[in-house]
């Protein structure tokens, strides 16, 4: 039997390069919308509905009595209740509510890949990584591990994050693609010195400034909260 | 005295979001366009006029009498004469004429940077590697690597000289850019197996298929074509 194959987007910009269709998307956005995403579930949120903009954020937070958060430049926005970081959403605060969360990057990649006809849209960071990983493997169906990058430029977290998944899962999938084989080698490079190396990219540049370190250390920690986020009837909830 | 900047760019398709104003932009199109371009100029070719298609080619040529050439799935284009081999143009054969070469990625990056607005291009691959990383580190300019990749697809040939570019030249230059970093990681993994590690890229498998694999081998060796083409009048020339 042929196997489904496997390839790794680094940049939405680069979407309509691939074909989409029928396959299952995973979007990665390490730094921290699905990091965030997989710990709220995990913690009992009952959804996550991702919307790209402040004023969605509010109304749709209005309309369902749910908790809303975003940050811009490492700020709650105004108007919102709560910022992005994963430690934000414990247990004894989350569970049983309906977060809806706006970010920019991840966001925008997974209403692209609805759009482009995707059967279905997962999220995937190291907080889940185990939980991608086994339902990749046994899906039988094509896969896209779209890195959403930041602003459309290719970053290191989201890579890593794709050459982890791919180091565990590609004996189920034919992998012709040299992002795939860059991904995996530099994971493959980093793993065992990831708190360090992830310390040399810009997006942690950029976060640390803010103070976000814990955060940025809890998002390339495996498997601390092992759901799989699912996106069905435009909200995230655990499969 | 602040350095200037250096940025690697994965695909000609996320060229806008860098500032290419007033800097140099290097194209890159190991296999085989950038190497053919280094070897014809180092043979003594008086220039080679980059054109993205066919009908260009055969008109300028007749023009120029100057020699054409294209390949298309490894077959010289019907009304062409030669190829796009680097083997194809010994000093013997190129030396005071001017080429006229077709070539699909790396032709279209270049006149994307131009349009763009850069001060300078230059071609860059394997052949002339030294000779690129003299310029860029005595220019004091902001530089682009632009890595051309494969029908807007990231590639590794290309990614992997830029990391052989920015191992010798960054101390000249602010690298602040995961794809840089990706690039000079990639690089120190392979600079000791090139030969067998693009055995493992997509566009080996492709262009072997057609019996390719000296050329690719050229294309990936170091300094056997160490001349600088620059764009200047419409044709790339020594500098």
Known sequence: MQKPVLH???SPRLLDLYDVADGIVVIIDVFRATSTIAAALYNGAEKVIPVAGVEDCIAIGKELNAVTA???DGKVIEGLQHGNSPAEYPRNFIEGKTL???TTNGTKLLHMALDKGAAEVVTGSF???SAVC??????????ILGCSAWKDKFNLEDTLFAGAVIAQVKKYFTVYCDSSLMAEDMYRLHCKDLYSFIRKTTHWYRLA???LEKDLEYCVTPDTANVLPIYKDGALVIN
């Not at 086994?134 to 896969?143: E, T, Y």
């Open 134 to 143: 086994r339902h990749l493997a046994s899906s039988n169906k094509n896969v």
């Open 100 to 102: 809806v969360l706006t």
């Open 209 to 211: 400034a803010y103070g």
């Open 127 to 129: 907080p889940n990584l």
């Open 8 to 10: 790794t987007l680094l």
């Open 70 to 72: 975003g940050e811009r």
